[in-house]
């Protein structure tokens, strides 16, 4: 008897025989990151293709994209100024070292990269990834503090339920219990605020919640519990995305700066997924009105067509380091592909592109079209508990299926790339964030087949 697992491998077949590639005939080699592995090898979804708002998958079939790739493909797919840029670099510079040597690309992206950050961040650390940013402005913090005679100042502070990527640092002020058990004690001196969920108060909030402002006196707590001249950063996404859309409630970010100015604490964001337009401004900072001392980003700073992320760094901070010797190094940091050629061609064509459509700013005029449909889903399942949108983000909560959390997250994930749409779930979460060039239409089609798929759960 055929199943569709046969249905799927022999597609997979036909479309490695396309590309004139013998199709694997185990899929085990490549361990899949965050993944069920051994569940999705019976039942692949394999994208093959995109191109603006779609992707198409190995069979063909078209499949609209809900979340931007992985919060990342703000500019959409296939650009073809991007991918033209792309092309352009790599037959003309392929790679070029940036430790002691140089080449222009870097220095264009960063003076452009300034133009839209909040001043004073106008400096700007390039690495290959979110995870790498988050590392790199923690690692920045403390020895910022170290380099003004601080060196007291080790401490960081995070957040419950943040997520900042998978390397020691990032998981050592995240907060997602599952990211942090497997791998040992993580680093010393790290604190954590409470987070800002509060279904039981906040429950279908259109926007910021109202109520949880509160929640920042946590800091004082943590600064107390410690000795504030002990603490060196608090980091925080000001929407955390990954974790399953924790939005702020009003004043909370603007609280967060004032205890970190009176104990002369940097404030760090993590714009990974809030940067680059995801909220209506080129980064939250600015639609929250707060300046953060450094900010991290990834993801949209190249629509994700090449692993590029960036540390906006406050002149304070970056002139701290300038200080020593002239032939001295100033920072022993960085990556073998820090500004790498191909990122910066497509940082720069991604830029342009965001510039010459508005896309920055987008979300803004979407916002209450996105919120309404997205609300409207309420009534579609008894099984929804909450739903939140901010921006072009959005999230619907499930309750968990008894003795099986994640459970209906994973059936709305699998029952939609069925019907022809990519959501992301954390959990029982469903979480959206499309392509900023989203149109009305795509938005009417998401939250068509998204109802359809929370009725019959
Ligand atoms: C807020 C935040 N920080 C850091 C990261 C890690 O980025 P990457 O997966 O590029 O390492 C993510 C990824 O989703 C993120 O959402």
Not at 218 to 229: A, C, M, T
Not at 407 to 419: C, H, M, N, S, W
Not at 423 to 449: C, K, N, Q, W, Y
Request: charged share 20%; net charge negative; with cysteine.
């Amino acid at each position: 008897m055929s199943t569709d697992a046969d249905a799927s491998r022999a597609a997979l077949a036909d479309h490695y025989a396309s590309q004139n590639l013998a199709a694997p005939p185990a899929m085990d080699a490549f361990w899949m990151p965050f993944t069920a592995n051994r569940q999705f090898r019976h039942s692949p979804r394999l994208l093959a293709s995109a191109e603006g708002m779609y992707y198409r998958d190995v069979e063909g079939r078209q499949i609209l994209d809900g979340t931007a790739g992985l919060w990342c493909c703000n500019a959409g797919h296939a650009r073809p100024r991007i991918v033209e840029a792309i092309a352009r670099q790599a037959a003309t510079l392929d790679f070029a070292p940036h430790f002691q040597m140089g080449s222009p690309l870097p220095f264009v992206v960063a003076e452009r990269l300034k133009e839209i950050a909040p001043r004073p961040l106008d400096h700007v650390f390039f690495t290959n990834s979110g995870s790498e940013s988050v590392d790199t402005a923690l690692k920045i913090a403390i020895a910022w503090h170290r380099a003004r005679g601080e060196g007291q100042r080790t401490k960081l502070v995070g957040r419950e339920k943040a997520y900042h990527g998978v390397g020691f640092g990032g998981i050592s002020v995240g907060g997602l219990p599952n990211n942090r058990k497997w791998f040992g004690p993580g680093l010393p001196g790290v604190d954590h605020l409470r987070h800002t969920l509060d279904i039981g108060r906040n429950a279908f909030s259109r926007g910021l919640p109202a109520h949880g402002v509160e929640l920042a006196e946590d800091l004082e707590r943590i600064v107390q519990l410690h000795d504030p001249s002990t603490i060196a950063a608090v980091i925080v996404e000001p929407i955390s995305g990954s974790a399953g859309v924790i939005l702020p409630p009003p004043g909370y970010l603007q609280r967060l700066r004032e205890i970190c100015d009176k104990y002369g604490i940097l404030l760090v964001f993590d714009e990974v997924i809030t940067g680059f337009g995801r909220v209506g401004a080129p980064f939250a900072a600015q639609r929250f009105g707060v300046t953060p001392d450094m900010m991290t980003v990834a993801k949209g700073l190249t629509s994700g067509c090449v692993p590029m992320g960036a540390v906006f760094v406050s002149e304070r901070i970056h002139e701290a380091f300038m200080q020593g010797p002239e032939g001295a190094i100033d920072l022993f940091h960085g990556y073998t592909y820090s500004g790498h050629p191909l990122a910066c061609a497509a940082a720069l064509a991604t830029l342009d592109t965001y510039a010459e459509e508005g896309l920055l700013t987008r979300a803004l005029e979407l916002e209450d079209y996105w919120a309404d449909g997205l609300h409207a889903l309420r009534g579609s399942s008894p099984h929804i508990i909450d739903i939140r949108n901010y921006g072009l983000i959005g999230a619907i909560e499930l309750a968990p299926q008894d003795g099986a959390p994640g459970a209906r997250g994973y059936q709305v994930l699998e029952r939609a790339f069925r019907k022809g749409l990519l959501v992301r779930t954390t959990g029982d979460i469903v979480a959206l964030s499309p392509p900023l060039i989203v149109e009305r239409r795509h938005i009417d089609d998401i939250f068509s087949m998204l109802g359809e798929i929370l009725s019959s759960l």
